[in-house]
């Protein structure tokens, strides 16, 4: 059992920044990916980006450049730097281990605007 907490959200200007960040409760060198996925009102929730426990990483064409994923296996953590942030970004940011099972977290809201 994986319980994920994610924080860092708030609101932002477009071109600011946010630091999104996800504490497990296990280590997370024994999940295999784990990643950040969002969902705006009226929208699917859609792949942000992975990072898998060697450190290969995916993003979404959306924020490729802006985005850039990251792990600290020393605090159980991983996190979402998002610079140039712009409206579209405006979600609830969820928070995804996969290992056998799939854990999610709760969300935290990302609000961009000025």
């Known amino acids: 059992q994986v319980t994920l907490v994610e924080s860092g959200g708030g609101l932002a200007q477009p071109g600011g920044s946010l630091r999104l960040s996800c504490a497990a409760s296990?280590?997370?060198?024994?999940?295999?990916?784990m990643g950040w996925y969002r969902q705006a009102p009226g929208n699917q929730r859609e792949l942000v980006a992975t990072?898998?426990?060697?450190?290969?990483?995916i993003y979404a064409d959306s924020v490729k450049g802006r985005f850039t994923i990251s792990r600290d296996n020393t605090k159980n953590t991983v996190y979402l730097q998002m610079n140039s942030l712009k409206p579209e970004d405006t979600a609830v940011y969820y928070c995804?281990?996969?290992?056998?099972?799939?854990?999610w977290g709760k969300g935290t809201l990302v609000t961009v605007s000025s």
């Open positions: 990072i898998t426990s060697s450190e290969r990483t």
């Open positions: 995804n281990a996969q290992t056998v099972l799939n854990y």
């Open positions: 296990t280590s997370i060198t024994a999940i295999y990916t």
